[in-house]
């Protein structure tokens, strides 16, 4: 008998998480660890105490499987109805792979706007579809409808859009969501909303769901969670909404992958008290710790893009003496004990992003104190 092969070929296509290994060599040389979206922020306390009460009181079984209604009933926006086009899952990761799975056919090929969240690419070619890119310009990283009409072929099933952008921070405007949902209403397509950070937003932008736009109520899968909003990165409860009809089968692969979220914490999620001054407070803690984070590595030779969402900074670092983003980073968390993520493994090309870096500023300024003070003295270009 020949060598049996035990693993689908499309597995070598895909690449670990750079992410998640920055990661590993953040705890391997105890680094200041910027490379993942962990908050350095505690929970607020009343979700806890939900939590601990959800526990107590004995919501520790399964939930029905796409969702505990009470959660549903407060997730939904709009014209959704919670009993047919709510479904809560394990976080955005798990929402964003059963949309994925329940839309994307073999062949299918799906539009990424790059620099690109690094789940997305896997995640099409794991349902057999095919990734297409359409990349925002630098420096301002813009959009270009045009380029997006381009990519565009019979085979097109949908495109990702995640707004705010990971890992630039950009938010589109609703000028650039009316263009996307002409081109995708005209050509039949799907978008896949990826909106997880919905809540952090700066300078008075507002955030526009993609649903809202005329003519993408039927069409768009929206994806959100609440993990960042409310550190709560380890619960993985998030949501989606869609159209009934496009729902049902997201709930079918959901419930085969998960069968659902964990109860305890949906349970907490949906009895906790929310006041309106969190979210913001939320923002306002994170607009100054993104100004100060700017203006505390700008002294230290980082150019960054100024974020409009999220918790990320997207760093030009040209200004040092590294032949690329790999080199940089890779001698920093050994030598300086900082662990940044390389720019160009958010793009498909290995040619472009190599003068970038993303960081995570969700730090007490005493920790992005000490980042600046770890690189004193890193040799700059002259």
């Given amino acids: 008998m020949g060598e049996r092969k035990h693993l689908r070929g499309v597995l070598n296509l895909i690449e670990e998480s750079v992410i998640r290994e920055m990661t590993r060599l953040a705890k391997k040389y105890n680094a200041i660890n910027l490379a993942q979206g962990l908050p350095e922020f505690d929970t607020p306390d009343f979700l806890k105490r939900f939590a601990i009460t959800a526990i107590q009181e004995g919501h520790n079984q399964y939930s029905f499987t796409w969702g505990l209604k009470e959660l549903r009933e407060r997730v939904k926006e709009s014209d959704y109805d919670p009993e047919t086009e709510v479904l809560i899952t394990c976080g955005a990761s798990e929402g964003l792979a059963s949309a994925v799975l329940a839309i994307v056919e073999p062949g299918d090929e799906v539009i990424i ?3 690109f ?4 690419p896997p995640l099409v070619r794991l349902a057999g579809g095919v ?4 990349k925002l310009q630098e420096p301002d990283f813009v959009f270009s409808v045009e380029e997006l009409e381009s990519k565009i072929t019979d085979r097109t099933k949908a ?3 995640n707004n705010p952008h990971n890992p630039t921070g950009k938010v589109f405007r609703r000028e650039d969501l009316t263009k996307i949902a002409r081109v995708a209403s005209r050509k039949g397509l799907f978008v896949i909303a990826d909106e997880t950070y919905q809540y952090i937003i700066y300078d008075g932008v507002k955030h526009i769901p993609m649903y809202s736009i005329k003519g993408m109520r039927e069409r768009t899968i929206t994806v959100r969670t609440f993990s960042k909003t409310f550190s709560i990165t380890g619960w993985r409860v998030g949501y ?9 089968g997201i709930r079918k692969v959901h ?3 998960v069968v659902c979220a964990p109860m305890p914490f949906q349970k907490a999620l949906a009895t906790a008290v929310v006041p309106d001054e969190y979210y913001k407070k939320l923002r306002r803690m994170y607009q100054d710790l993104r100004d100060y984070t700017i203006e505390v590595l700008s002294e230290r ?3 960054a893009y100024k974020p409009q969402g999220g918790y990320y900074l997207f760093c030009n670092v040209d200004a040092y003496d590294f032949p690329d983003d790999w080199s940089f980073v890779r001698y920093m968390v050994a030598h300086r004990g900082i662990a940044f993520v390389p720019g160009s493994s958010f793009y498909h090309s ?7 870096v993303r960081l995570c500023f969700a730090k007490p300024k005493e920790v992005i104190d000490e980042v600046s003070r770890r690189l004193e003295g890193l040799l700059i270009r002259g």
């Fill in 159 to 161: 495109v990702i859009l």
């Fill in 117 to 120: 969240y690094e789940n997305y």
């Fill in 350 to 356: 290995e040619e472009d992003g190599l003068s970038w």
């Fill in 255 to 257: 419930d085969y992958l």
């Fill in 131 to 134: 990734p297409v890119y359409v």
């Fill in 113 to 115: 706007i790059e620099p």
């Fill in 301 to 303: 030779g980082f150019s």
């Fill in 240 to 248: 989606v909404l869609a159209d009934r009809r496009i729902m049902d």
